[in-house]
């Protein structure tokens, strides 16, 4: 079945740029997606990203595509103490509507 | 745009006792929701899908007669975990799109706690 991984931790400093990495099995892959949790809540959808694009920004985030290596990242610039959470990729492949999740990346800020 | 809601967010129960837990898109009609369930400190495992009107696909190894699953409207989606016990303690998320294919994005409920004593 699909496998999708995720670094565990991260910790960054404020203002720094923060990268979260995702590396995916599925060549079918459809669609990809970065979902932020905080403590005790729901997920929040942040962007995402068709398959047949390399790049998608907005904002403060930046999506990267490589689909060749099956690798997706989450660079979120000029990173705020409000983004420490929990971020979790998802793939969504052919024409399934159903969602795979990575592991989940604990990102840390501090001041 | 986009909200969804559940109820309640928190729950205690008995061990044997059923809970149910809701699921409502707010503003937009939800023709797919799923249910998930996450433990601590882990990722978010899909338990099913449920379509309006039929009857829910459930993922290999989660059993259908303990997770009630109802979705009479389109807007509202129920779980039930049926004699519940401590080993159901998680919290569990829901979410909801408006369609079933690849380009439906779904949109995700803030969870619900339950604890089983």
């Known amino acids: 079945g699909e496998d999708v991984e995720q670094s565990l931790f991260l910790s960054v400093r404020e203002g720094d740029s923060s990268v979260i990495n995702c590396t995916y099995t599925?060549?079918?892959?459809?669609?990809l997606y970065w979902y932020k949790q905080e403590p005790g809540a729901g997920l929040q959808l942040l962007t995402y990203?068709?398959?047949?694009?390399d790049m998608k920004q907005d904002q403060r985030l930046t999506v990267l595509l490589n689909k060749k290596d099956k690798h997706l990242s989450l660079r979120i610039a000029d990173t705020q103490t409000g983004d420490s959470a929990i971020y979790f990729c998802?793939?969504?492949?052919?024409?399934?509507?159903?969602?795979?999740f990575g592991t989940g990346t604990r990102l840390q800020v501090t001041l | 745009g986009a909200v969804v809601s559940q109820h309640p967010s928190r729950v205690i129960c008995k061990s044997g006792t059923s809970v149910k837990i809701e699921c409502r898109s707010l503003?937009?009609?939800?023709?797919?929701m799923f249910w998930y369930r996450q433990f601590p400190k882990q990722s978010l495992m899909l338990m099913a899908t449920?379509?309006?009107?039929?009857?829910?696909?459930?993922e290999q190894g989660v059993e259908k007669d303990k997770f009630l699953i109802n979705h009479a409207s389109l807007t509202l989606s129920t779980l039930t975990v049926t004699s519940a016990h401590p080993e159901d303690s998680s919290f569990y998320i829901c979410?909801?799109?408006?369609?079933?294919?690849?380009?439906?994005?779904?949109?995700f409920g803030p969870g619900t706690r339950l604890t089983v004593l």
């Open positions: 599925d060549s079918s892959s459809t669609y």
């Open positions: 998802a793939e969504k492949s052919g024409t399934a509507s159903k969602l795979t």
């Open positions: 449920s379509n309006e009107g039929s009857k829910a696909t459930y």
């Open positions: 990203i068709f398959s047949n694009m």
């Open positions: 503003d937009f009609q939800a023709t797919t």
């Open positions: 979410s909801a799109s408006l369609g079933a294919g690849a380009t439906d994005t779904q949109y």
